[in-house]
């Protein structure tokens, strides 16, 4: 089985971070293909860098190496009912593959992410994949995405914030909300107490099961293969 | 005053035909510029064709002439947050205006769109417009966008779907769920004897209302102007 | 075009003061009617004040000047679904005009209002307008309506209010929560950096909207013209 | 323990058939009251109707006979938060008792109700006591208020809505919506075989409930009595 | 009337204390039965112990004293629709009781429980009942089942977190969240000045309302009587 | 690894398929134990039945053989909470793991289950799991749960239930309710054209996922271990 994760920036370090995590939880025989776009914006922290990340995305899954599934590697879950649309399998978010994950594991968890302004996007996500009644909390711990690796106060900051998504808002599990944080699940979860959720990792699980279930993206009705019709200027190549 | 009103898909005779609409309703001493972008496919009948869309929006509102206020004239409201993170003034999608416009004339409406495979994108507005409790249902009449013009059937089966959305949803007014169909609301709503609304018509009301009212999009939070950072490959030009 | 806008409470100096906000926006060639009703409450701060207030309203619909639409100025929108049964023209409230026009903005908003115990008014109607996913708060300057214009603490009042709401609350724009304010917006906007929106002036824009598009209240169902039939005692006189 | 039951429209008929029902179902040693006010349509089938209703409601509490609670049938629930701030004791609607009524002795119910134009106010009336989820339907006879008493064919239509709803919709129980129909359960339950319930037994059980449990609206808050202040006009007996 | 009241613990002290409640507002010419079963927890305090109280009730509804209705005295409402599809008369659990009964007298309540852990709980059947825009808060008071009475802080620690609800969050009401708690409502609405509402004695008064209006469980759909079949080990003789 | 699934009736055929099934998806060095209880109802299809099938459960994961992961193989995820506090590792129910895992194929399912009185039992585990967005209906092919493997007509029925579910109702996917099921998935997908999903098979993918991930139960907050205590009579075995 192959399994490409897509990390929507053009950060090659953090391509590789996530790469790795995603390894480390991959079944025996799983291959994890981490690849970052061609283009796009360095990285995603407002609606205007999200909504740029997108061609990039479904370049990669018309153009990348073939694989049998696909997690987007962005908490904003980018691009994702067109990537449905044409990938050959099935595709999860790390938003929902997360958020998800988090219900099985705790009546409650709060998303702890980089910039306050991305808070709102996640807020919409809450509702989109209906965990609503879960949601404690958003909480940003403002730093930006580029520095998560390189600001030496970067896990102070995040753990704090978990700390008082804990303390303050009684969230009794952690979703993280970047893709760059996923190799702290274990530490910060040894600090607080409660499960700690990312998506980079759990959207690995979760399309590995969907294979081994031999399920994919339903082709009736919302997700079936889009009409096909001429592109124009820049774009022209993503005709289908 | 100066209405941008963006037609998100490249074919020229529906602008022409948006930008007739629009200046019909426009008040005295508005100027509407009806423009369609430079790239991007040549109608939006996807998720797929709607992300791809997204970039040719963003670049006539940050390159094209300058505006007051913009109206996103494809019934998807592709890149609405993203736009109104950039734009010099408020920006208004034809869905959101179409569906609250009619809340103020009516306790509920049905969409009536062209392709049951939008249908998906149009509940989800539906959601996130906060007017669920108003739409009685959202029906297709299954002509493509580009055949709303020169399919000789279509205003017949148009008619046909706001017949049944009146008769057997209980629908007391109608939403249009497509720019192309803009001119047909006055006919549609002699046969039918409820409101019809369009979006690209009520879109324009509204931002020249918000313009009068000196109100532009909120520069806190959410909708604040994007961190600037560098782009890669083909969107390069999109950094800010 | 002419707009009949109602102040539903007998105060002749607020109905002076609103009627100089709408006529401030209305566009070139609409007349502006400020009017209030010969019976009811000097002031709407209770839901007994409310609901003695809607005769009133009805009457100056029935009896008074004939107009093209009708905005009715008072933040709980008293009588709004019995006034669109028998205007003429469009029927908007404040309420609905104001929080549904804070959504073109932002992504949140927060109510600003007077007394505390009309808040639970407000947040109904945050419900009924289908706008609880963007309200933040609904916050009270215990200022009584009829002290807006006379006590000289109260624009402190309401502007500690506003600034709390954006600080704590994360609002992104505020809705001034009562008609009296409706001269507050520019200078609250100057202080606090967000929109803030007042419902008169934009129902006046909405209505005129309208008009233009003209789209009036559907006859069809809900709003449909009541059944004829007897009043007795003092209300004898409300016979259709 | 004496029990009012305000009857909102003037039908002396209506009047007696309602407090007949009423004693039926009080408990020993409890006087039950049924009155109509003075003042107010002849029925109540619109909006209209239903607001001018509200002051009569509102006088007979304030300076009819003392009494120790309140019922208020009519099934729109008219001047129910008005009559809870000036009473005495507890008030209680008859759509709110039917409905949470029916949830204690079924996962669903449907209401049927007289004229199709009222079903928008029941539908709002099922989401304001929070029992969406228990509702299966709101339908309609199209037979007059007035008219339940002296149609020969009324009852059958009853019945026969009644039987759609629990065969087509599922209903699990039937609350009927009108007070006029509150004769009607034990032979429309025989007929159905499901619980039928009536608003206004059900109101008379509740308030009897609530003086036996020594509880009675809120003072603090949205309930608390009303500011003073003076009314104009018509309405000027109306000043507390 | 005969009416049994099931305190689903094994503490025949508690059985006492919530016997004589009940007995207190029942009607002239009921008899209230209070009961605990013969199995089953000590006190329940987390889900492990609902789950296991409830063959207890089942049994004492089956094999019990006949009565024609029943109350479930423990505020997770425990085997409450298994109990209705068996029982020969309605069925009422004591959270739904108290926080339906709580919305007849304000447009807010908050419950005051006893262990943080039982929130969950309780914020579940908010949903379920639908009274989720009614309800301000969940508090706990952190005082065991069984310490309600031992303890002589217990009553003052109450009183400080209802106090909480009124003043912090708003609450016009307060719920009762324990049937251990069900003698507190008088002195504690007079602390508080507002109504406090214990499920068990408003069981009391709701089964006896409904036992007047002649209505049951329905036999139709969800709440229809079991299939028959065997049943297997220590619950063999649960077979129909 | 070890999973253990629990067949929550007492049927051994059903238990084996299960089993069978279960095995077919789980990753290369996982073990899958399939069990079911030494007491409870010979089937589930009823409130009661699904009661008193939880202290099987709930002995089973604390007497049976340990495990690092559990399944609760019944379509109403009998127990879960419970289950959670107590079980040494994750504890999946095979309707949220159904339900949830349909959402990453389709933005729509249906659920296809046995018998008609169970539907309202799945409707309510939609509102709990936060899929009611997704879910088109509820449908019942009426064969009882023992009658699934012995009925030569069950397949047939079933496979009727899914195509209306897909034809009428627009469902995407088809979730299947009830884990005597587990075994239809390809042949009813290849029949239908969109995926099918069973909560068995898909709820051991989520538990391998979780093991994978060193994710467990939340020790915090609402799944916190229970507080020790006495039980009596029958299950006085069960005091932890």
Redesign the interface.
């Known amino acids: 089985m192959r399994i490409m994760v897509i990390n929507p920036n ?1 950060s090659a370090a953090m391509t590789t971070l996530i790469g790795g995590c995603a390894r480390a ?1 991959a ?3 799983t291959t994890v293909v981490a690849v970052s ?7 995603i ?8 990340a ?3 995305i ?1 370049d990669e899954i018309r153009n990348g190496e073939p694989a049998d599934a696909y997690v987007l590697a962005c908490f904003g879950d980018p ?1 994702l ?2 990537a ?3 990938a050959r399998g ?1 595709v ?1 978010g790390i938003a ?1 593959a997360a958020m ?2 988090a ?6 968890f709060s998303v702890v992410t980089t ?3 991305t ?3 996640a807020q ?1 996500l809450v ?8 949601c404690r909390s958003v909480r940003a711990c403002e730093v ?1 995405v580029l520095e998560l690796e390189t600001d030496p106060e970067a896990k102070k900051r995040i753990l704090a914030e978990c700390r008082r998504a ?1 303390e303050q808002d ?1 969230a ?2 952690i979703v993280l909300g970047c893709a760059g944080m996923a190799d702290l ?2 530490e910060l ?1 040894g600090e607080l ?5 990312d998506g980079v ?2 959207g690995v ?2 399309v ?3 294979v ?13 293969p ?2 096909r ?8 190549g ?1 005709a ?1």
Chains 1, 2, 3, 4, 5, 6 share one sequence.
């Open positions: 053009t939880v079944g025996q025989g776009p061609s283009m796009g914006p360095a990285s922290e407002s609606h205007y860098d999200e909504a740029l997108v061609p990039g479904l691009g009912d067109a449905r649309e044409i099935p999860v929902e998800r994950t219900t099985y594991v705790a009546r409650s910039l306050g302004r808070t709102g996007r919409e509702d989109r994949y209906g965990v609503r009644a879960y930006p804990v009684g009794e599990s699940c274990a979860s107490g409660v499960p700690v959720i990792t759990a699980t979760i590995e099961g969907l081994r279930l031999g399920v994919s993206t339903s082709r009736v009705g919302e997700y079936a889009p009409p019709k001429q592109y124009q200027g820049a774009l022209e993503f289908l």
